[in-house]
């Protein structure tokens, strides 16, 4: 047997086994995409509180597999929500910026491709109802407030001073954000209700005080903000209230 006849059956076995191979991975790679799931469809954005409450429909083709979740996912930010329906909230927002969101589905054989983008939304603060003199919530005075704010007005040489009905409006700076806080009016407009309180507060109160005027001008009753500092409670706004 020649060098020739010999060889050609190994160079067969050769060229068989890279078909294989090749096939097989063209195989195993069309069989790997067309499992995946399609895009979700209609992705509808509706503007939260720094957040969004997305909702979508269920992809044309889940693919091979059943679908196992979607995540939908914020542009600008990266922020996502997970979930195995077809609507999921969003949260970690910055209010007063606009966002538009995608959404991918996923199955046992990875993530599909991301939706087209929905709507564009903007978050914003949801504002309560401004507090009256009849609904304002109220709670007895501490006597640090009442002593920081009795000596506010009587360096202004506004005396004597009367807290009214020994009560105070109680504001948590700990749950807003601080700065000038706003209510919602019953026309809908928003009205601050409370001065400026500095970043370094851990709490806040509105006091409602009246005192003698001197001279003798300009309205007996004030609403005070004070503020407890790292120092103590602080006078930090005057005439602010609902």
Not at 11 to 18: E, F, G, N, P, T
Not at 160 to 180: D, R
Request: net charge positive; glycine share 8%; with cysteine.
């Amino acid at each position: 047997m020649s060098e020739t006849n010999w060889q050609r059956p190994a160079a067969i076995s050769a060229i068989l086994i890279v078909l294989v191979v090749v096939v097989g991975g063209l195989i195993y790679s069309l069989r790997t995409t067309t499992s995946l799931p399609s895009a979700p469809e209609s992705v509808h954005a509706t503007a939260g509180d720094a957040s969004a409450i997305l909702s979508w429909s269920s992809p044309s083709s889940g693919g091979a597999a059943a679908i196992e979740s979607y995540t939908a996912t914020s542009q600008p930010g990266d922020r996502t929500c997970s979930t195995a329906t077809t609507s999921c909230t969003v949260k970690g927002l910055t209010n007063g910026t606009s966002y538009t969101f995608t959404v991918v589905a996923k199955n046992a054989a990875g993530n599909g491709p991301a939706s087209s983008e929905s709507n564009a939304v903007t978050p914003v603060a949801v504002l309560s109802a401004c507090w009256s003199l009849d609904t304002s919530p109220t709670a007895p005075l501490a006597p640090a407030v009442r002593a920081v704010v009795t000596q506010y007005y009587a360096t202004k040489h506004l005396g004597p001073v009367t807290f009214n009905k020994n009560q105070e409006w109680v504001l948590n700076v700990a749950q807003q954000s601080k700065g000038v806080h706003y209510c919602k009016n019953p026309d809908g407009g928003k009205s601050g209700y409370v001065g400026s309180v500095p970043a370094s507060a851990t709490a806040a109160v509105m006091v409602e005080a009246t005192h003698k005027p001197y001279p003798v001008t300009g309205s007996p009753t004030h609403f005070v903000t004070v503020a407890k500092m790292p120092t103590g409670w602080k006078v930090v706004a005057e005439g602010t209230g609902p």
